[in-house]
């Protein structure tokens, strides 16, 4: 895979475990409201994005036909807090109650899933001209696939920074 994103990964993943990583159980897991996700659900979530865009990408690699150059789009804009995105089904997180290890521990899983199954793409070129419908997005490149993941994990970095901020966790 590109060390651009390989690096991408990286750091978004590094700065999301220090964001949570001295979090006592409790701060992980309390709601600032009842419609609001906890810190715990927020990662959850991303666990499930993260093995669902695995997936995703993995169908799209199948599917026959389907090559052609596709239209880029600034998944960058995933990262915009404003415009609100309702999670689909599959990726909404559960209700249970997290410790931090245990959630530190499903983040690594989910990456390493990710990370390994893209090594096995023996020609990574093949993910610019396949693509999968995106829930949020449309239609998107594979590539842009691994790259949303890690747009998507800062637009939620934020989100626990603004949870951290109403439960009142001092920085």
Known sequence: MNQLINDHLYETRNNLIEEIKLLSDTQLNVKPDANSWSIAQVCHHLVLVEESSVKAIAWGLKQ??????MERKNVQLIIDRTKKITA?????????????????????DSRKKLTAFLDTIEDPSILVEKSVKHPAIGELPLDQWVEQIYFHEQRHIGQIKEIKALIKVEH
């Open 64 to 69: 026959e036909g389907n090559k052609q150059k």
């Open 88 to 108: 689909p089904k599959i990726v909404e997180p559960a209700e249970d109650f997290f410790a931090v290890q245990q959630i530190i521990e499903l983040l690594d």
